[in-house]
């Protein structure tokens, strides 16, 4: 039940604007996606929450808040999807052993007698986040007067202020806090600590089935902090961590150039899951990172993130132990790898800029994470 209420009055980040728009003080029709994270205290408890979602302005004083809640939970798992993960490296010129790759083989039956053909696929399937709830908040309300973004989502308020008027991107300093007291006590939680990000943008229901090629910012070869770049904050680094939210951003970056498509002549084809296995050198092993897109249709900018650690001696019966290069089924029944959602915000022709979370499980614990990501042409 607590968690319940909270779910309805979580806030979600939004952070606005791009450099590409020059926005008027009316904002009726535009949206702006945003990612949330939040610390709060219940009898001596902290509590951790993440959001995903975007606000449509409706009108020069009203917005619909639409956003992805999430709940971390030792016992969550990511979602088991049906799309495999490509192994590809990042150009066609460097071949992997192809261990997993899918074949036609045949099935003779128990006695021999049977010829049937099938494909034998051992690649692994991809994980997704696994959200608590999906809510819609119609009616709410809003001030925007250009540098900073007022908004009011039933007893919750979310104050915004422009943090990079070059790439628009807007934050909330400290914590939301309650719309009536002005307090940090939101119904039975107390908020202690907020980080959210935000970006301005067209219509992102609206914008097409997304091409990798041709939507998002492809970087320059060789260059891995192109294509777009930003900051993370995650627990990573401390397993049980319950003031995650005071650590010191690292770098992200997300570089399109060097993923590929899987091959075509795969049975099935995935024309929308696009992937890049490398060598982690100092550490002996391959990694392997996936993209879904478009599997939300009513939502195009909105793109699933799976990564993973090929380990060596993650073995099982069919796979040879000697440095497994491709993440097989074996690494999906294993681990999930970690498991994250992105929302683009769109100018009308590419991805400008993402908000990014993660909520996945390593071990016995959640594994939590939130960034952006600007374009870096």
């Not at 929450?49 to 999430?70: D, I, N, Q, V």
């Not at 007893?155 to 002005?182: E, F, H, M, Q």
């Not at 050198?281 to 195009?300: F, G, K, W």
Request: charged fraction near 15%.
């Amino acid at each position: 039940m607590i968690k319940k209420k909270l779910m309805r009055s979580l806030l979600a980040v939004c952070a606005i604007g791009s450099a590409q728009f020059s926005w008027a003080e009316d904002l009726t029709g535009k949206y702006f996606v945003n990612a949330a994270a939040h610390t709060t205290e219940l009898n001596g408890q902290i509590h951790n929450y993440l959001s995903l979602g975007y606000y449509h302005f409706t009108s020069p004083t009203e917005l619909t808040y639409t956003y992805y809640a999430f709940v971390p939970s030792n016992n969550r798992n990511g979602l088991q999807t049906s799309y495999k993960h490509p192994n590809m490296t990042m150009d066609y010129n460097t071949h992997l052993s192809g261990q997993c790759k899918p074949k036609q083989e045949i099935w003779h039956g128990p006695k021999g007698n049977l010829n049937i053909p099938y494909i034998s696929d051992k690649r692994g399937d991809i994980r997704i986040p696994q959200y608590d709830e999906k809510r819609v908040y119609p009616g709410q309300s809003y001030n925007y007067d250009g540098n900073n973004l007022t908004v009011t989502i039933g007893n919750v308020k979310y104050s915004w202020t422009l943090k990079d008027s070059y790439r628009g991107r807007w934050g909330i300093d400290g914590t939301v806090t309650n719309a009536t007291t002005g307090g940090k006590q939101i119904g039975e939680h107390f908020y202690k600590k907020t980080v959210a990000h935000g970006y301005l943008s067209e219509d992102i229901t609206a914008a097409p089935t997304l091409n990798w090629q041709n939507h998002l910012v492809q970087g320059h070869q060789g260059n891995s902090a192109s294509g777009y770049s930003g900051a993370k904050i995650s627990n990573l680094d401390d397993d049980y961590a319950t003031e995650w939210l005071n650590y010191t951003a690292t770098e992200a970056k997300f570089h399109p150039r060097v993923f590929q498509n899987s091959d075509s002549t795969l049975v099935p084809a995935q024309p929308n899951v696009f992937g890049y296995t490398y060598f982690q050198q100092n550490q002996d092993y391959y990694i392997q990172t996936s993209y879904v897109l478009n599997h939300e249709p009513s939502l195009p900018t909105l793109v699933y993130e799976n990564e993973g650690h090929i380990y060596w001696d993650r073995v099982r019966n069919t796979i040879p132990s000697t440095l497994r290069d491709c993440w097989d089924w074996a690494d999906t029944q294993v681990t999930q790898g970690h498991a994250s959602m992105l929302l683009g915000a769109w100018d009308g022709s590419k991805v400008t800029n993402w908000v990014r979370i993660e909520a996945a499980r390593s071990g016995d614990y959640p594994y939590l994470a939130i960034s952006y990501l600007d374009a870096n042409p």
